[in-house]
């Protein structure tokens, strides 16, 4: 088996991004505490600031950011998120090209057929010789990251199983098993897929159910612990054990004591709530009352003043301690092909943040708003007499949407 690749790191951030520093510190804190190989870089530009990303996955959980947008982001990496991307995803890193490539096809395929992986299609799919296709399998397999059945068929790979565990997981109405609670939230964040896995608590063998809409974990508060990867043992059956889902903090130290292991210990709530303390107003749009509660500003504010858990140690010059301020800015989105609707480049000027009442069922994970009004309806639209009539909306989606409100 081949050496790991260095993982990396990327630190995204929009130019005088004021929580990047933030950002920036715990990264470094996290990588005086790990041997692990890493290599980081920063990269300034249109992003929702700051975000981190390790092998390409954000660390907090969040799906891709659309490209060319930029938002503010309060909800920062906390130092148990970042180790346990940085120890999770180094065991899933290869130096040796074809043994990654092997992997790769193989979970490909079992995730498509559903069957077990026979070693005359892998080289026929790789284009290599069955030997070399043979090898590469076998020192898969003692690393832990592949499974074999009796006759050398491929029934596990990379975390996704064709036989039962304790963690079982439903993609798109279809059945899987896999090796750890760090597989599941891997699968399906990669996949982007929606769908469910019932898993056990290991200290009170509550069972547990954690569904996932487009790759993102909903509803249950559920913990997540990363025992630290030791050199010379295998993936599967000597750190997937270290890897589960727990109801409680309680429930998972007790366990963590009980089996006398190191590691993270991580929640898998992906979001930040803040409060918006004032608004400061552009005096290039000034007000007009439509009546009595009520003033119209024909353009975005200059800024906002916000705190939040995250903000707590923050202490800015001229402002209240615990506070930011997110200003308005220029945003450019340029007319590109994957967009055939949009005719010229446009620029819009705004609070680079979401309001409450402009969330989507992305945008709001905590159960927050206390009346919701939504328009339930698909993504997609279908040309008729003319009209875009959009399509129904879809059960995943119906569920996020309606599991926003507090009750």
């Given at each position: 088996?081949?050496?790991?690749?260095?993982?990396?790191?990327?630190?995204?951030?929009?130019?005088?991004?004021?929580?990047?520093?933030?950002?920036?510190?715990?990264?470094?804190?996290?990588?005086?505490?790990?041997?692990?190989?890493?290599?980081?870089?920063?990269?300034?530009?249109?992003?929702?600031?700051?975000?981190?990303?390790?092998?390409?996955?954000?660390?907090?959980?969040?799906?891709?950011?659309?490209?060319?947008?930029?938002?503010?982001?309060?909800?920062?990496?906390?130092?148990?998120?970042?180790?346990?991307?940085?120890?999770?995803?180094?065991?899933?890193?290869?130096?040796?090209?074809?043994?990654?490539?092997?992997?790769?096809?193989?979970?490909?395929?079992?995730?498509?057929?559903?069957?077990?992986?026979?070693?005359?299609?892998?080289?026929?799919?790789?284009?290599?010789?069955?030997?070399?296709?043979?090898?590469?399998?076998?020192?898969?397999?003692?690393?832990?990251?592949?499974?074999?059945?009796?006759?050398?068929?491929?029934?596990?790979?990379?975390?996704?199983?064709?036989?039962?565990?304790?963690?079982?997981?439903?993609?798109?109405?279809?059945?899987?098993?896999?090796?750890?609670?760090?597989?599941?939230?891997?699968?399906?964040?990669?996949?982007?897929?929606?769908?469910?896995?019932?898993?056990?608590?290991?200290?009170?063998?509550?069972?547990?159910?954690?569904?996932?809409?487009?790759?993102?974990?909903?509803?249950?508060?559920?913990?997540?612990?990363?025992?630290?990867?030791?050199?010379?043992?295998?993936?599967?059956?000597?750190?997937?054990?270290?890897?589960?889902?727990?109801?409680?903090?309680?429930?998972?130290?007790?366990?963590i004591e009980v089996?006398?292991?190191?590691?993270?210990?991580?929640?898998?709530?992906?979001?930040?709530?803040?409060?918006?303390?004032?608004?400061?107003?552009?005096?290039?749009?000034?007000?007009?009352?439509?009546?009595?509660?009520?003033?119209?500003h024909f353009g975005?504010?200059?800024?906002?003043?916000?705190?939040?858990?995250?903000?707590?140690?923050?202490?800015?010059?001229?402002?209240?301690?615990?506070?930011?301020?997110?200003?308005?800015?220029?945003?450019?989105?340029?007319?590109?092909?994957?967009?055939?609707?949009?005719?010229?480049?446009?620029?819009?000027?705004?609070?680079?943040?979401?309001?409450?009442f402009a969330c989507?069922?992305?945008?709001?994970?905590?159960?927050?708003?206390?009346?919701?009004?939504?328009?339930?309806?698909?993504?997609?639209?279908?040309?008729?007499?003319?009209?875009?009539?959009?399509?129904?909306?879809?059960?995943?989606?119906?569920?996020?949407?309606?599991?926003?409100?507090?009750?």
């Amino acid at each position: 088996m081949g050496g790991q690749n260095p993982i990396k790191v990327q630190l995204l951030f929009v130019p005088d991004c004021p929580l990047a520093k933030k950002v920036r510190s715990t990264l470094n804190d996290c990588l005086g505490k790990t041997d692990i190989r890493v290599i980081v870089e920063e990269l300034v530009g249109d992003y929702n600031s700051p975000t981190l990303l390790v092998n390409g996955f954000d660390v907090t959980g969040q799906p891709p950011a659309t490209e060319g947008q930029t938002s503010c982001r309060l909800d920062l990496p906390n130092e148990e998120q970042v180790l346990a991307a940085i120890r999770g995803l180094s065991i899933l890193s290869y130096e040796d090209a074809g043994e990654a490539d092997i992997l790769a096809a193989a979970f490909k395929t079992l995730l498509h057929s559903g069957e077990c992986v026979e070693v005359d299609f892998l080289s026929r799919e790789l284009d290599r010789k069955m030997d070399d296709v043979m090898a590469r399998m076998k020192a898969l397999q003692r690393a832990g990251h592949l499974q074999l059945d009796g006759e050398g068929c491929i029934v596990a790979a990379g975390g996704l199983s064709l036989l039962p565990t304790k963690h079982e997981i439903s993609i798109e109405g279809r059945t899987f098993w896999a090796w750890c609670a760090f597989d599941v939230l891997g699968i399906f964040g990669a996949l982007q897929a929606s769908g469910f896995a019932r898993s056990v608590d290991p200290s009170t063998n509550d069972s547990l159910v954690l569904n996932f809409v487009r790759g993102v974990p909903q509803g249950m508060n559920l913990l997540i612990f990363m025992g630290d990867p030791c050199t010379g043992v295998t993936v599967c059956d000597d750190w997937c054990p270290k890897v589960n889902f727990f109801k409680s903090k309680s429930s998972a130290e007790a366990w963590i004591e009980v089996k006398g292991i190191t590691g993270s210990l991580i929640s898998l709530v992906n979001s930040a709530v803040y409060t918006a303390l004032e608004v400061i107003l552009d005096q290039k749009y000034p007000g007009h009352r439509i009546s009595a509660d009520t003033i119209l500003h024909f353009g975005p504010p200059a800024g906002i003043l916000l705190a939040s858990e995250t903000t707590t140690d923050f202490r800015f010059v001229g402002m209240l301690p615990g506070t930011i301020l997110l200003a308005s800015m220029s945003s450019k989105i340029e007319c590109v092909r994957k967009r055939p609707w949009q005719r010229n480049d446009v620029t819009r000027k705004g609070l680079p943040c979401t309001a409450a009442f402009a969330c989507t069922d992305y945008k709001v994970q905590g159960r927050t708003l206390e009346r919701v009004a939504l328009e339930l309806r698909g993504t997609r639209t279908t040309n008729i007499d003319g009209q875009a009539v959009p399509s129904q909306c879809d059960p995943s989606s119906l569920y996020v949407q309606l599991s926003r409100r507090r009750r």
